[in-house]
């Protein structure tokens, strides 16, 4: 017996998420998952001062508006040849860790947590599902009280942003030949307090919360499971020249060890995305966005960016996996326990860098931008790689090109007909009840999602 199942919304944030379930003889057959809306920053960016680009482009999500001004500063850094002073590459790295940590608390708690634990019986704890909940009473609402916290610790998280980029979210601290706020000593001692406060939430209850729903949820290291394939484009550099990284850049699959990054292996497919398509994939800087809406066999507003033709997952899960520092398997509470030990890793991090900042030393490298050029700016954000392309001429933005850790990860089939990663992680998992598919919800989020950015306005004046 065949049964369709659409859900939508499927997340507890961005809503225009949409999945298309096909459960045969009580698995999953096939699937769809989409998005519904469409957002286009890269035509929003096309004419505008380069300069603009860190600004406007974090305006793509707030929950991960950081990683989208490092990458957009980066590869206006890229372009100009500039390269930030020590203090400034220090607050960048400062930025994005803290609005990691914001994504990371709030995730775990917010997003994922309803899935395993019952809140009270009000919204926007109901409606819910009514089965398989497996943590005694107690253990619920311990874990409960711990999500109430969470929403204060989420909170310290922007007052870090706040304090080193002037407001959160979309923070104005990022920018490109480094940052627009100098460190004092009072700002270095209130850094220190925030970050001892996290610090010890994290430590104290969320790394043993994640181990407690682990413990719980056995079988779920056997759920949403897909073939090895990790990618990770990089994330806080070591030195203001980014020749080296704390999370290095790396591809892993099939468990060969992680292998270096080749950017002319990636390209866009856009057969079933509401894009016109061009005769083959293309790389970025080749690629155009250009919208598609009545596109026949196109389900989803978010393109399929492939590395060698293949779909590869980005997140916490490949950073720690090329790092070394977790590598048990790809499963959903691999992936959640990947995101709770990033955190912890963070604010060591975190604490060493604020160790290193020097009131007084410049925050800012003063530069040019050329008349025409191209640049590129790589990072990783939250949920996986980034990457911002641009083209400048006449001293205008002429091409901005992006590609986001949910296109990654959340993409439709490609050219081939191949899923995309979540696709891949739902095919083939066990459905108790059709009407109730919790399963489905739990691999869904166990990837993070967050929809904002995959989605690309269109412009009335041009259709």
């Not at 459960?23 to 380069?50: H, K, M, S, T, Y």
């Not at 969320?206 to 394939?229: N, S, V």
């Not at 030393?361 to 949920?383: H, K, N, S, V």
Request: one cysteine or more.
């Amino acid at each position: 017996m065949r049964k369709q199942i659409v859900l939508s919304p499927i997340t507890r944030a961005n809503n225009c998420g949409h999945v298309e379930i096909t459960v045969a003889d009580g698995r999953v057959a096939d699937c769809r998952v989409g998005a519904l809306f469409f957002r286009g920053f890269e035509l929003l960016l096309r004419g505008r001062d380069p300069r603009d680009a860190p600004y406007l482009a974090q305006r793509i999500c707030g929950i991960c508006a950081a990683a989208h001004a490092t990458a957009a500063a980066y590869a206006l850094e890229n372009l100009a040849g500039v390269v930030p002073p020590q203090n400034g590459h220090l607050i960048r790295n400062l930025i994005l860790a803290a609005e990691t940590l914001q994504n990371h608390i709030r995730h775990f708690y917010l997003l994922a947590l309803p899935d395993y634990v019952r809140g009270p019986a009000k919204p926007p704890f109901t409606p819910r599902y009514r089965y398989d909940y497996r943590l005694p009473p107690e253990v619920e609402a311990r874990l409960m009280a711990h999500y109430s916290e969470a929403v204060g610790i989420a909170r310290v998280t922007h007052e870090i942003v706040a304090a080193l980029g002037g407001k959160a979210p979309h923070q104005h601290g990022i920018l490109a030949g480094g940052a627009s706020f100098p460190p004092d000593g009072a700002l270095i001692l209130d850094l220190k307090a925030k970050l001892d406060r996290l610090g010890r939430f994290i430590a104290a209850k969320m790394l043993p919360d994640a181990e407690t729903l682990a413990a719980a949820y056995k079988d779920y290291f056997e759920r949403g499971q897909r073939p090895l394939r990790l990618l990770t484009f990089g994330m806080y550099p070591v030195n203001p020249e980014r020749t080296h990284f704390h999370f290095p850049g790396g591809v892993v699959e099939d468990d060969n060890g992680a292998q270096a990054v080749d950017i002319n292996a990636v390209a866009e497919h856009l057969r079933h995305a509401y894009f016109e398509a061009a005769a083959a994939p293309e790389a970025p800087g080749r690629a155009a966005t250009r919208p598609q809406p009545d596109k026949p066999g196109a389900y989803s507003w978010i393109k399929a960016p492939r590395y060698a033709g293949k779909a590869f997952e980005g997140g916490p899960l490949a950073r720690l996996w090329v790092t070394g520092r977790y590598r048990r398997g790809v499963s959903v509470l691999d992936r959640l326990l990947a995101r709770v030990k990033e955190t912890e890793i963070l604010c060591q991090l975190m604490a060493q860098w604020i160790e290193e900042l020097e009131p007084g030393r410049p925050i800012f490298t003063p530069y040019e931008i050329p008349r025409a050029g191209e640049g590129l700016g790589l990072t990783d954000a939250m949920r996986g790689p980034l990457l911002h392309y641009l083209r400048v001429e006449g001293g205008r933005l002429s091409r901005y090109e992006i590609i986001t850790p949910s296109a990654w990860n959340f993409s439709p089939r490609d050219d081939k007909g191949k899923p995309g990663p979540v696709e891949e992680a739902l095919i083939g998992t066990p459905v108790a009840d059709p009407a109730e598919p919790v399963e489905i919800g739990r691999i869904i989020r166990s990837f993070d999602p967050c929809y904002a950015c995959a989605t690309h306005l269109i412009r009335k004046d041009e259709g």
